[in-house]
């Protein structure tokens, strides 16, 4: 029987890895009213999960098992390393370079993936070929608006900065000069104006 480890706690869900499985499970809120809670956590984990379904048909991602629990979510676990621990020393021009691809795919889909941080990117290489795995749809969701496209770029920009600061500029760069989206001038346009909100706000 296959051992679990516990690889994530957060406070939507606990991630376990289980064998070559991954489990994300949604954990429930003492605060909600039980009957409320049932159904927010299935409401969530069915929207996550089709997201996931459809961004694996699209880009490199996990593709969802077959799960009776409403609260669980089972994928294949993907052996590489995560992008926010070891970008750095990584070949990180042709990592941007597919970055930029991959959020252009998931776009022209109409899907906003919510977190774009590296710590949901995962970098696959073998002798064979290297592939970027986008983990973690928990805060994805549907949608055409340019704006809501816009802030997926925006906040890509900002995780790179925060943790990747010695070669963000480059990143950015590639990473938008790549991101080949069928809607990319206003895209970029209003990439301009979200940043342009942000920093009146500071």
Known sequence: MAKKKILARGAEAIIIQKGKSIIKNRVSKDYRHPELDKKII??????????????????????????????????????????????ENLDYKKISRKIGKSIAKLHDNDIIHGDLTTSNMIWVDDSKK??????????????????????????????????????????????????????????????????ERGRYKH
């Open 42 to 87: 299935k409401t969530r984990t069915k929207k996550e999960k089709n997201l996931l379904e459809k961004a694996s048909q699209i880009i490199n991602a996990p593709t969802p098992e077959e799960t009776y629990e409403i609260n669980l979510i089972k994928m294949p676990f993907i052996k590489g390393k995560k992008l926010s621990e070891s970008l």
């Open 130 to 195: 290297s592939k970027l795995y986008f983990i973690d749809f928990g805060l994805g969701f549907i949608s055409k608006r340019i704006e809501d496209k816009a802030v997926d770029l925006h906040l890509i920009k900002q995780a790179l900065e925060a943790k990747h600061f010695s070669i963000h500029k480059e990143c950015e760069k590639i990473i938008l000069e790549y991101y080949n989206s069928k809607d990319k001038n206003k895209i970029l346009e209003q990439l301009k104006k979200v940043e």
